[in-house]
């Protein structure tokens, strides 16, 4: 998504002003359509399906006697809405609950529903957890082979699908790295991520997948549109019968987000990262 195109159509990159009372209008959606263009991918007729998954640490309110309530927070947005919602939005969004007094945490997570379902074009699933409830969960670490102490010769850093290539085996894996990097589109700042690729075909030879994914170092792209140009990167050079891209970024302002997409139904399993 081009900078021109954000400085067009979105108040980001300007000074902005902390707001800390409640403030849906803060949210800034943005079409999905606009990067999927660039990818040759028809939105009524998508190669995948997935879900965004948004993991929110630092959520506060105040009850109605005025203490404050604390809370993690986990959003899933569907592949299939209209629209992404910009992170930094997010996050101001978020901070506007801290001065506003609700009766429950029901009706905090029913307002969050309605506003982020309204901004996404699509229904929100909301989830308030308590830090205890969180522990509970626990931290896992990714499963399959892990790419990241094969010998590769890198020198592109931005996305080149050509780096992709296949073997003479059928396999059915599931291989990561640790060492993705992207750029935030909006501030440049870098965007840190786990990115597991699970698939059923061809094998993919593993120095050529890292050294693709090591590829998108200087790329400016939304965590979303990464997931998505991945998959179809692999989809359409590798040819597998099967494939899922699962990209668990790191949080930055109290936020992460992993999105998935897949040609096959089932939702990989979800549970927060040691790096999370």
């Not at 059915?172 to 750029?183: G, H, P, W």
């Amino acid at each position: 998504m081009s900078n021109d195109y954000l400085a067009e159509h979105t108040t980001l990159g300007q000074a902005t002003e902390n707001i800390y009372t409640y403030t849906p209008s803060l949210l800034c959606p943005i079409p999905r359509t606009v990067a999927r263009q660039e990818l040759g991918l028809d939105g009524l007729s998508l190669p995948f399906n997935g879900t965004d998954i948004w993991t929110a640490y630092e959520v506060s309110w105040l009850g109605q006697s005025g203490k404050p309530e604390i809370a993690i927070a986990e959003f899933k947005l569907p592949a299939t809405s209209a629209n992404i919602i910009e992170s930094k939005s997010f996050k101001m969004y978020l901070n506007s609950f801290n001065l506003t007094r609700f009766d429950s945490w029901a009706e905090v997570s029913e307002v969050m529903t309605k506003d982020l379902s309204a901004a996404a074009g699509a229904p929100v699933w909301v989830t308030l957890l308590t830090p205890a409830q969180m522990q509970r969960a626990g931290v896992t670490t990714p499963k399959g082979v892990c790419l990241d102490d094969l010998d590769i010769n890198a020198e592109v850093y931005m996305p080149e699908p050509s780096l992709l290539s296949t073997l003479d085996e059928v396999v059915a894996e599931e291989v990561y790295s640790d060492l993705f990097r992207s750029c935030c589109p909006v501030t440049g700042q870098p965007d840190w991520a786990t990115v597991s690729v699970i698939y059923k075909g061809s094998k993919i030879d593993h120095q050529s997948l890292l050294s693709y994914l090591v590829s998108f170092r200087d790329k400016a792209e939304f965590h979303e549109q990464c997931a998505e140009r991945i998959f179809t990167d692999i989809n359409q050079h590798c040819q597998p019968q099967e494939l899922t891209v699962f990209a668990r970024f790191l949080r930055r302002g109290g936020l992460d987000i992993n999105p998935w997409r897949s040609n096959v139904r089932e939702a990989p399993l979800f549970q927060r990262l040691s790096r999370q």
